[in-house]
């Protein structure tokens, strides 16, 4: 299967900007992902960017995209305490592009 | 409109015992997946059956079966449990290929441990 590749830790203080980044293996993948987990719950979509795009906004986050690197970031603005989780990002199969593979996760932890 | 639902929330095995994990969705998927949960190993995939009659092996299916009892419901089952089976699962579902994008919706988890 696809690797995914992220870091485990992120501590960012209130009002900051948090940037979690991603590094995947499949370059033909369709789709790319970020979910976040809060404690104790599923995961759930933040957001997503196909591969032909390299940024998408959406309110506070940004995500970008560098194909060539094949690098994936997600840009949290004005961090709040409720943005606290694991964020996870995932990639498409890219024969069966509804199954999805996942890092292992980023804890975000904010504090005040 | 309930999503994804799993029971149950919690369960303590001894080893070798056996024991099924129900999911259900009311979102009138085609697709749904079972995967574990570790610490610091992510999600990764069992089994999954990308539509109602069919069932797919996934990165870990060793020691587990699957049944995908109709469109709505597809459960994960233990037939000899193994504390490396200790884990949380989850479910989620998707409805490709018409959808833009193949999000998937997971349930709440079902946290298993195996002594």
């Known amino acids: 299967g696809e690797d995914v590749e992220q870091s485990l830790f992120l501590s960012v203080r209130e009002g900051d900007s948090s940037v979690i980044n991603c590094t995947y293996t499949d370059s033909s993948s369709t789709y790319l992902y970020w979910y976040k987990q809060e404690p104790g719950a599923g995961l759930q979509l933040l957001t997503y960017?196909?591969?032909?795009?390299d940024m998408k906004q959406d309110q506070r986050l940004t995500v970008l995209l560098n194909k060539k690197d094949k690098h994936l970031s997600l840009r949290i603005a004005d961090t709040q305490t409720g943005d606290s989780a694991i964020y996870f990002c995932?990639?498409?199969?890219?024969?069966?592009?509804?199954?999805?593979?996942f890092g292992a996760g980023t804890t975000v932890t904010v504090r005040a | 409109n309930a999503g994804v639902t799993q029971t149950p929330k919690f369960q303590v095995l001894k080893t070798g015992q056996s024991m099924t994990l129900q999911c259900a969705q009311d979102?009138?998927?085609?697709?749904m997946y079972w995967y574990r949960q570790d610490p610091g190993m992510g999600l990764r995939l069992i089994y999954y059956s990308a539509s109602e009659g069919t069932t797919d092996k996934g990165e870990v299916p060793n020691g587990y079966n699957v049944s995908r009892l109709n469109k709505r419901e597809f459960s994960l089952r233990l037939e000899s449990a193994a504390p490396s089976q200790t884990s949380v699962y989850f479910c989620?579902?998707?409805?490709?290929?018409?959808?833009?994008?193949?999000?998937?919706?997971f349930g709440p988890g079902t946290r298993l441990t195996v002594t």
């Open positions: 995932a990639e498409s199969d890219t024969v069966n592009d509804y199954k999805l593979s």
């Open positions: 989620a579902s998707s409805e490709p290929p018409q959808a833009r994008s193949y999000e998937q919706y």
């Open positions: 960017i196909f591969s032909n795009m």
């Open positions: 979102m009138n998927h085609n697709s």
